[in-house]
């Protein structure tokens, strides 16, 4: 018997059809883009490692500029006109009231944290000097400048922590001195003065 078919059973079998690959048309999309997600370019994956953070901070809002000298076993120095030796890096050189300001949503803002940042990415065997620098001074009394040393791995330690009182544009306090070891430990530590402004560039201040 020969099998009849109506308009409207093709007309269903045409919808069926058509709603099929449109389904298939959507899976095949939604795996596309799975796959993508699942594997992202990895060329612009940065990885920060640091052993150790130096952070020098003074008072909030107090417009006079301090920096951070940090001298490494090899004899290079990271300040601010060096702000990279390729195992330390200077990651914000704050300069008081200079550059705080900023325009957020129309409206002038002002950052009061003054505070210097050094991490130092891999260690060298030897002795490390970490100086001070009063390089603009705003007023005759003092500002008291506090300055740590935290190794970071394997787990936070404090190296060193003080404050220390400058006084005059030009001022440069050794702070800490401390010596790591063939392991990369703290083997010794020291406050005996070295100038190292004097040893870069001796005309940069007064």
């Known amino acids: 018997m020969r099998r009849r078919f109506s308009r409207q059973t093709r007309t ?3 919808f069926t059809d058509l709603l099929f690959n449109t389904l298939l048309g959507f ?22 490692k640091a052993e150790f953070l130096i952070t020098v901070a003074w008072p909030d809002g107090h417009p006079d500029d301090i920096d951070v000298l940090v001298e490494d ?27 705080d300001q900023m325009i957020i949503n129309g409206e002038l803002v002002t950052n009061p ?18 100086n001070i620098l009063h390089y603009k001074a705003n007023y005759s009394e003092p500002v008291a ?15 060193y922590y003080g404050v220390h009182q400058l006084s005059r544009a030009g001022m440069e306090v050794t702070a800490s ?30």
Not at 119 to 128: F, H, K, L, M, S
Not at 145 to 159: G, Q
């Open 73 to 99: 076993p090899n004899g290079e120095i990271l300040w601010f006109d060096n702000k990279d030796t390729g195992t330390m890096h200077l990651d914000r050189d704050d300069r008081g009231a200079v550059q």
């Open 27 to 48: 899976a095949f999309m939604f795996l596309i883009a799975f796959i993508l997600i699942a594997e992202p370019d990895k060329q612009g994956n940065v990885t920060v």
């Open 12 to 14: 269903n079998d045409a």
């Open 145 to 159: 400048v506090s300055v740590k040393v935290e190794k970071l791995n394997p787990v936070v330690t404090l190296v």
């Open 177 to 206: 001195r401390f010596v790591l070891d063939s392991d990369g430990d703290v083997a010794a530590t020291s406050d005996l003065q070295k100038r190292l402004l004097t040893k870069i560039n001796p005309g940069k201040v007064p």
């Open 113 to 130: 944290i003054n505070q210097e940042s050094i991490t130092v990415r891999a260690w060298i065997p030897g002795e490390y000097v970490v």
